[in-house]
T-cell receptor, first 114, second 108 residues
Framework: SAVISQKPSRDICQRGTSLTIQCQVDSQVTMMFWYRQQPGQSLTLIAT?????????ESGFVIDKFPISRPNLTFSTLTVSNMSPEDSSIYLC???????????FGPGTRLTVL | RKEVEQDPGPFNVPEGATVAFNCTYS??????FFWYRQDCRKEPKLLMSVYSSGNEDGRFTAQLNRASQYISLLIRDSKLSDSATYLC?????????FGKGTRLHILP
């Protein structure tokens, strides 16, 4: 199984600023994803992080707002840019292992934008 | 219509009872299916995969009906520790789609 860590675990930010969340997997995973989960809601896929190329974004999410990097198979970053209070949420990194067809999640980053 | 739909919750069930969760998915191209469990303020964790032949893991039984595009999860002899949100998850073209989840409260 894969163990995924994220940092920071939480942050409180001022509107208009940006925050970069880091995700580290302890083993190689086939794919990495970034999700958002707002209180009482399910997970919403933001994008698939592609190694060495631009991420694939879901409808409603754009690169200018959520730039993503994945320089290698075990690390990815998500930046929340020009934040507003509506961006307050939990952001979760996940990795999918195609060998076991299992998706693993990081502990999440709880973001509050004032 | 959402791609993955689940029973609305919450379910409040006495300890020891049997609980059934239902889930439907709209895209027949979906390839694999899972149930995840999410505890309050924690990340989702895989509970079990769902196979066409049905599969069982202790008190948990999962079923898949591809013709009806329907997935179920049965929990027998429920425990207090089963209280959580149960998420139906579908893999379609390497895209993982989550249902909204059903919250379960097991009552002592």
């Amino acid at each position: 199984s894969a163990v995924i860590s994220q940092k920071p675990s939480r942050d409180i930010c001022q509107r208009g600023t940006s925050l970069t969340i880091q995700c580290q997997v302890d083993s190689q995973v086939t794919m990495m994803f970034w999700y958002r989960q707002q209180p009482g809601q399910s997970l919403t896929l933001i994008a698939t992080a592609n190694q060495g190329s631009e991420a694939t974004y879901e409808s409603g999410f754009v690169i200018d707002k959520f730039p993503i990097s994945r320089p290698n198979l075990t690390f990815s970053t998500l930046t929340v840019s020009n934040m507003s209070p509506e961006d307050s949420s939990i952001y979760l990194c996940s990795g999918w292992d195609s060998n076991t067809d299992t998706q693993y999640f990081g502990p999440g980053t709880r973001l509050t934008v004032l | 219509r959402k791609e993955v739909e689940q029973d609305p919750g919450p379910f409040n069930v006495p300890e020891g009872a049997t609980v059934a969760f239902n889930c439907t998915y709209s895209n027949s191209a979906s390839q694999s299916f899972f149930w995840y469990r999410q505890d309050c303020r924690k990340e989702p964790k895989l509970l079990m995969s769902v196979y066409s032949s049905g599969n069982e893991d202790g008190r948990f039984t999962a079923q898949l009906n591809r013709a009806s595009q329907y997935i179920s999860l049965l929990i027998r002899d429920s425990k207090l520790s089963d209280s959580a949100t149960y998420l139906c998850v579908v893999n379609r073209d390497d895209k993982i789609i989550f249902g909204k989840g059903t919250r379960l409260h097991i009552l002592p």
